[in-house]
């Protein structure tokens, strides 16, 4: 999950002209569905990242005009969520806790490390958007080569997680549980399952 600007999807259309064939999806602009959104339009979209036992009752943020993210709703849960994380033509909302929050803020606001101190944990039951290079997930949308993929439901822990000492696979699999960005500080675990079957406690 990346936030792509229209600058990086302009320069991925050069390089995937530059570097020749290309996959169906490489370099695709696609058009936020979210622009020109209204405030309600946005708050429902966030609310679908979660089960309404969770998003109901959730803080709504969104990016404004300058970037900067802006709360539309305040919240009396743990949880915050946000309309869009990718900026494709089907938006991929995401709930998460409070340090879940932090780390999508760090994210969005391009620090070198997310500034939660403790896990995070995040739903994404519309799923998501990832770039892939040769079977390897990377996480800047403008490297050559890289192809676009649909991400199915899941929820993930914000939390960094090193696939050698864990045994766990580094790349999307039929396992279907995978280290996304191992090697940067951004590494967390994904987990597609779908957030909208959690027992309800
Ligand atoms: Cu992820």
């Known amino acids: 999950m990346r936030r792509l600007t229209v600058i990086l999807s ?9 570097s020749g ?9 696609a058009k936020s569905a979210v622009e020109g959104m209204s405030d309600d339009e946005l708050i429902t979209t966030a609310r679908g990242a979660a089960p309404a036992h969770i998003s109901d ?67 994404m039951a519309r799923g ?27 929820w993930m822990v914000f939390w ?4 050698e000492a864990s045994a766990l696979p580094d790349a999307p699999s039929s396992f279907g549980a995978y280290v996304m960005y191992p090697d940067s500080p951004y590494s967390h675990l994904m987990i597609y399952q779908d957030p909208m079957q959690i027992p309800r406690r």
């Open 57 to 123: 009752n959730a803080a709504i943020i969104a990016p404004g005009k300058d970037g900067k993210l802006r709360t539309l709703k305040e919240g009396t849960n743990e949880f915050t969520c946000l309309p869009d994380l990718s900026g494709q033509e089907v938006p991929d909302p995401i709930c998460g806790d409070r340090a879940a929050t932090q780390w999508i803020t760090s994210m969005i606001n391009k620090e070198p490390r997310p500034a939660n101190i403790e896990p995070g944990i995040a739903y």
């Open 10 to 18: 302009a320069i991925a259309l050069v390089f995937a002209y530059a």
């Open 21 to 29: 064939p290309m996959a169906a999806d490489t370099g695709k602009k």
């Open 128 to 154: 998501g958007w990832h770039w892939e290079k040769d079977g390897q997930v990377v996480m800047d949308p403008s490297t050559a080569g890289a192809e676009r993929m649909k991400e199915p439901p899941h």
């Open 160 to 163: 960094p997680i090193a696939p």
